[in-house]
């Protein structure tokens, strides 16, 4: 996964419960990614993160939050979550300089 | 994705090649890529191509681009059972961002 880790791997939540995915690069890039992937949707871009300090929003924004307080680490935050966000996260770093972006493992979440 | 489009199914045989075909709608997009995904994993970069390239070749797949219909394919020739995925086609668009197709998934039988 090209030094892209994320946790937790699973997560189950209730309704209205929050809860923070944590993305974590071993290198040293500008721009991450977090997307979610859904059963014939492919994949989808919630926010991103083009340098330290800055994120702008993707394609599904809405219900999320994202910190980007260094350059390695870029979080998402579900405030309040609901069963339309179950779904697989993937985080993704695009190496600084390169066309190329490399995904996490993903963090399966079950919201009930 | 709804703007990249790609089929669900493909079912081959073992060492006969799959073609996956990927069309998409933003023409002045730069590059195109190629992903793999197997069950329960992440996604892996398998190839790209940039927009003014007709054709890439990397050993067993080859990426054939045509910008006038906004048509990719990747053809995977000798086609093996470890090849059975969920394949995806990505548009970049400004700022670096993916617009995914919905996948493809390929099934390889003995």
Partial sequence: NAGVTQT?????????????????????????????????????????????????????????????????EFSLRLESAAP????????AVRPDGSYEQYFGPGTRLTVT | GEDVEQSLF?????????????????????????????PGAGLQLLTYIFSNMDMKQDQRLTVLLNKKDKHLSLRIADTQTGDSAIYFCAERRQGGK?????????????
């Avoid at chain 1, 339309?84 to 993937?90: A, E």
């Fill in chain 2, 98 to 110: 993916l617009i995914f197709g919905q996948g493809t998934e390929l099934s390889v039988k003995p």
């Fill in chain 1, 8 to 72: 937790p791997k699973f997560q189950v939540l209730k309704t209205g419960q929050s809860m923070t995915l944590q993305c974590a690069q071993d290198m040293n890039h500008n721009s991450m990614y977090w997307y979610r992937q859904d059963p014939g949707m492919g994949l989808r871009l919630i926010y991103y993160s083009a340098s330290e300090g800055t994120t702008d929003k993707g394609e599904v924004p809405n219900g999320y939050n994202v910190s980007r307080l260094n350059k390695r």
């Fill in chain 1, 84 to 91: 339309s966000q179950t779904s697989v996260y993937f985080c």
């Fill in chain 2, 10 to 38: 493909l079912s081959v045989r073992e060492g006969d090649s799959s073609v996956i075909n990927c069309t998409y709608t933003d023409s002045s997009s730069t590059y195109l890529y190629w992903y793999k995904q197997e």
